[in-house]
């Protein structure tokens, strides 16, 4: 699977996860925390080959690899209290 993550921390990142074991494919430590009290807008693009993480309408990280040709989608929110999904939706390109 692929994963893109908006972090507690100010990380921005994609990573994959292949047997078991997930492998950052590119990492933006400094990219900004989640702001409280706040809608954010994400958007993860898996378009062929090339993955695309926006954070409020602005291209955060993006990376190519051709580890999957397919798969399905999916959404998850770790330790992170008071945080709510609105319009989850998965489209075709």
Known sequence: LYVASFREDGTAQIQKKECGVYTTLKRI???????????????FEAIGNDLHFYIDGQLAVSVHD?????GAAGIRIDDTDGAYIDNWRVSAP
């Open 29 to 43: 430590p400094n990219y900004g925390s989640p702001s409280l009290d706040q809608w954010h807008h994400i958007k």
């Open 66 to 70: 051709t580890t999957f040709a397919a």
